[in-house]
């Protein structure tokens, strides 16, 4: 059964910052899909309001943070592309040092 995560983050507040942001995503490295898909994350998301950025993952039985952000570490193109996207990003206010992505609660589902 897959599950689901939601993240956020933000972007620094600069228009340039954000649109060059926005072009990287329109043709990501093919490392950073393969690392991604690798990790058991089956489909990912991300939107994008002013300078708030949350992004839904949707990811396998097998998928760990642990494990994605331990082979991330090993990776030197992964690690190339996360130098290059935090030049645009900026912790949010509640981030601990060094932290990006937060995970955010959920706190409302509709039942069917």
Request: proline content about 4%; overall charge neutral.
């Amino acid at each position: 059964m897959n599950r689901r995560f939601c993240l956020t983050l933000d972007l620094k507040d600069d228009p340039t910052l954000i649109a060059d942001y926005k072009r990287h995503h329109e043709k990501i490295w093919p490392e950073i899909t393969r690392s991604i898909r690798d990790s058991g994350i089956m489909d990912m998301e991300i939107y994008l309001l002013g300078t708030r950025m949350f992004m839904v993952l949707e990811v396998n039985q097998n998928f760990s943070f642990e494990a994605k952000a331990a082979a991330d570490r090993l990776s030197p193109k992964v690690q190339q592309w996360e130098d290059l996207m935090w030049r645009f990003q900026q912790p949010l206010p509640q981030a601990a040092q060094g932290e990006k992505w937060m995970l955010m609660e959920r706190i409302f589902k509709l039942k069917s």
